[in-house]
């Protein structure tokens, strides 16, 4: 693309004097330097730590996303291992069991989630059918191996981290080191971590979105020193990209900077929560890799990927 812009914009070279191609192509160096000093985007494995297959997407039976369709997506993404979830389960269980998931390449860490529909998204922090369900479920595993974590689950109002089943939920996850995706604000984070034996120090949370109300970049730098195990998820980060001079998606000032200060502790992730995001999976996953391509190589690796396997015990170098 660049290329193909820098033609148009100047046309063939060929036919000028030796000297004035050099002054020319200096002329051109200095304009392009920003765009030109940029490394490409990051093509390495990809760690999509935020994924729903819920039944609208696929019941076993309908549905536009059949589990070869979104492998499909994954693969040709270079998506290589998935953070899974599902209202209900089964949706999880079906990717998870799966021949053509092992066939495709694709790495599932399921979680379990504690929806089984819409209606227990307000409810599920004091329902205790619900940290039935999760203990079940925990049990049972699925037919490729145990559940690795509990989520994604949603507080709309932060005090509600103090329900009786959410102090529950987080004791059990940390107790069975199962890892935690939770769409809270920054206060339910503090409340959360309270609910568990380490205080926050050993409750390995994954903060879904790292705040989708946006809570300020140094008030997500406070909670990552407080909680060495947080972990930030980015997918609807707000703040998180600018648009440049040209309209391509850059990180932020203020995001590269807590990155960088912070390269272990980020994971990219899809949140596939409706049917349009499986639509759409192909340019979310290019947005990712076009401004992990901002950061050194190695955190643009970290970010994009291991920072998820060593999490899951998955292989740090790739697949
Ligand atoms: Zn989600």
Redesign the pocket.
Known sequence: MFLSGFLGRFGPLAPISSARAATHLIAIALVFLPAAGRAADYAGPLFDA?L?YNQEAWNGHSGPHPVEDVLARMQRNGVRAIVSNSRPNDGTHLLASSPQTRQAGVTVVPFIRLYRNRADYDNWFRDESIFEMVQSEFTKGTANGPFKGIG?FHLYDSANANGPVAKKLMAFAEDKRLVVLA?VDDVAIDLLMAHTASRGQKMRLIW?HTGIGGAPADRVDQLLAKYPPLMGELSYRPGLTCADAKGAERLCPEWRALLLKYPSRFLIGS?T?VNQRWQYYDSLMQGYRSWLGDLPPEVAKAVGWSNGARLFDLPLGGP
């Open positions: 935020h729903h994604e769409h879904a949140d929560w």
